[in-house]
């Protein structure tokens, strides 16, 4: 790794990880023109990712249609983490507990054919194809910051749209309270599941209000692109106000339930790992502080750990549905 400071005196991290603007204009440009017309092109060529999401660099995975003109999320002044850091530093326990173990292994995860099952209290279950689910609404932009538990964080541009989307399509009934999201778990493709980390499958959930609210993404791509395995393909969840652990990976199965359903997390470590899991930098982990985060691919020697904000920096969005709860015990 090499350090080297400009002009204004920042030091800052150089390495060839950090994609080049240039390479992430084309693809913004690309997206447009996706969106201006093209977007049947870019589902034509779904069936291909497989083979292609191998590689996972930037630019060599197909296209997703998408809109740029509605970013919703409030952080994208801020800097992009380069994709090649977002593709290589993973957690995704199915593939093993090292951070380089996702984008070692994930190729191997076969995304074609997927699909999604909805089950529980709706009224229109069912069995979704995968690309059933891309056309369900157009696809957005989003840049996220994604906090994770262990004290670091990302930005990211993701692509996809509101899971509320889905969620109006299949009619959930009013005793629906609460939203489980089951995620893969194959023993033959994914090595980390013979081990006993987790008590798979990786299971996460919402209360509905949380799955409802405008900014809980359902994800097909990043930086213009569909996702490569190790992020979670072909489909996902982005939380952007809840530690990195509620945003569930490769889902297979959304279920609809009346009762606050166990998360893996929570399994593993109930005193450690609440449901709500909203980011709170007052809310220390047992074993270590919230209270500041390492953006990577700024942790040179000399780069400053940032302040983590509560709520991640979506107060404004989503304080709201949290009024009166005490978030120290709703941890
Ligand atoms: N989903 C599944 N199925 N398995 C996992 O191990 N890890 C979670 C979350 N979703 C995980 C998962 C954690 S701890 C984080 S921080 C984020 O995915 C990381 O997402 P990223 O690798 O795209 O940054």
New binding site residues.
Partial sequence: MLIRSDRRGFTHRLTSEITPRGVYENRRQWLQGLAAGAAGAAMAGWPARDAQAQTARPGKLPPLPGSLSKVAGAVTMEKLTGYAD?SS??????FGTDKDD?ARHAAQMKTSPWTVEIEGLVNKPGRYAIEDLLKLSPMEERVYR?R???AWS?V?PWVGYSLSELIRRVEPQGSARYIEFV??ADREQMPGVRSRV?DWP?T?GLRMDEAMHPLTLLAFGMYGEVLPN???APV?VVVPWK???K????IVKIRFVEQEPRTAWNKAAANEYGFYSNVNPDVRHPRWSQATERRIGEDGLFDKKRKTLLFNGYEVQVGQLYAGMDLRKNY
């Fill in positions: 977002v530093y993973n957690n995704f326990y199915e996702p994604l994770c538990v262990e990302m990211i995620t893969l987790i990786y996460e190790q992020n979670g996902r530690y990195g652990f945003s569930a990976k490769s």
